[in-house]
């Protein structure tokens, strides 16, 4: 590997920290949030050095990282795992982690028990939960700890949705997605992520609400925005949805890297003379000699083999 300097002593944005008191502010001053997830370390610094407010280790790892259909096998210990390298890489930016499928569904306690966890063992600012679980999100942010909201389309109710399905659509599901929303204000979560609900549901929802709503798939009227480093990236393997935009074509990158390594390690141009480490000139001399002479000695035995065998 080449690390050669300390990254705590390169690491560090001089910007702003973004905190719960700047997410509020932002909404009052009517400065919109991007927000995007990461999953290890250098995604993580790039991410933060670009200015990024906040940061998600979502649990969208079990399909962008780990190779998974779906969220619902993530562990809480992977998500402790990738939430510790993406701390290290995180200075300026809001960490958010989400509680992952199973992990707030048993009881108050447990919740408890297990957002503990990741704060004290990933260092996150904030945990994500998803759906209008009351309790469940009392119980934490009476532990101190930040909660993030999530309704709509949310994943870890795939099979209980029939799928991953634009929700919000009948006037009864809207006026529950409005309800839910105050609730989650009222009981103190610090943003709200809404997820695949139409535009018109999305910005009557933010309307409502004094803390930021975070939209994907739920249009522009949103406080912020938040989309999946993967999908932003063209590392999905899979088609976009149609609210993902593509920022950038990092399989294509990475492919053509790895063939143009792949021809320099078969041609023998890599690595090259510069790319190698050298004695110093004395003992160069030495040592190549040493080199030859046992170059020649391997050489006359290869030729007295040949002649005994003849
Ligand atoms: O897991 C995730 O990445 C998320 C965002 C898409 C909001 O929950």
């Not at 997410?23 to 009052?28: C, G, Q």
């Not at 408890?112 to 942010?141: F, H, P, Y």
């Not at 919000?168 to 992520?193: F, I, K």
């Amino acid at each position: 590997m080449s690390l050669t300097t300390p990254r705590s002593a390169q690491a560090g944005s001089r910007a702003q920290k973004i905190t719960v008191q700047t997410l509020r502010e932002s909404k009052r001053l009517g400065r919109r949030l991007s927000t995007m997830t990461a999953y290890d370390f250098p995604t993580a610094r790039i991410v933060d050095e670009a200015e990024i407010d906040l940061v998600l280790v979502g649990d969208s790892l079990g399909m962008a990282v780990l190779g998974y259909d779906d969220t619902l096998a993530v562990t809480l210990d992977d998500m402790i795992h990738h939430a510790r390298a993406v701390r290290r890489g995180t200075h300026r930016a809001f960490m958010v982690v989400d509680m992952p499928f199973g992990s707030f569904h048993v009881s108050d306690k447990e919740t408890v028990r297990n957002a503990l966890r990741l704060v004290k063992d990933s260092g996150t600012e904030a945990v994500k939960i998803e759906g209008a679980r009351l309790s469940r999100i009392t119980a934490v942010l009476a532990a101190e700890i930040p909660v993030v909201g999530h309704l709509g389309l949310t994943p870890q109710s795939v099979h209980a949705m029939g799928g991953y399905k634009v929700q919000g659509r009948t006037h009864a599901a809207v006026e529950q997605l409005v309800e839910d929303a105050l609730a989650l204000e009222q009981a103190g979560v610090c943003a709200l992520v809404l997820e695949g609900i139409p535009r018109e549901v999305a910005a009557r929802i933010t309307a409502c609400l004094e803390i930021p709503t975070i939209g994907i798939g739920a249009g522009p009227d949103c406080d912020g925005q938040i989309l999946v480093f993967h999908d932003m990236f063209h590392l999905t393997f899979a088609p976009a949805a149609k609210f993902v935009r593509r920022f950038g074509d990092a399989a294509a990158l990475f492919r053509d890297g790895i063939e143009a390594y792949r021809a320099a390690v078969t041609d023998g141009t890599f690595p090259a003379d510069q790319e190698s480490y050298h004695l110093p000139a004395a003992m160069r001399t030495q040592t190549n000699q040493v080199g030859e002479e046992a170059s020649q000695r391997a050489a006359d035995a290869q030729a007295l083999a040949a002649a005994g065998a003849d």
